[in-house]
């Protein structure tokens, strides 16, 4: 399990604030390793539960319509994390 360290600063300016303190933010290359790292969970999941999910098993219409809503979901979040910003079409082009 990933915990945090949060240490208090307290002086005139942040009375009675926490914030988080410079060495407490991890770099960003790793925020974006783990964010792609969740992808390829969320495939393996994915992969994993339509094999050997008892619901799945035995049961195409499920597994179908199971498969649709997940493609559907890949879809809108390649759209929307990628497609769009790259067209620069958002507001979201600026953050990519």
Known sequence: MLTAT???RRDGR???HVRLLDSATPPQGNLV???????????????????????FVG????RFVWSVLW?????????YRF???CSG????ASRL
Do not use: C, N, Q, W
């Open 14 to 16: 942040d009375r009675g």
């Open 83 to 85: 497609g769009l910003p």
């Open 59 to 62: 049961h195409p219409l499920t």
């Open 71 to 79: 493609a559907s979901t890949a879809g809108l979040v390649l759209v």
């Open 6 to 8: 949060v240490r208090a």
């Open 89 to 92: 079409r958002s507001d979201t």
């Open 33 to 55: 390793a783990v964010h792609l790292f969740m992808y390829l969970a969320l495939a393996l999941a994915f992969t994993h539960e339509i094999a050997l999910g008892p619901s």
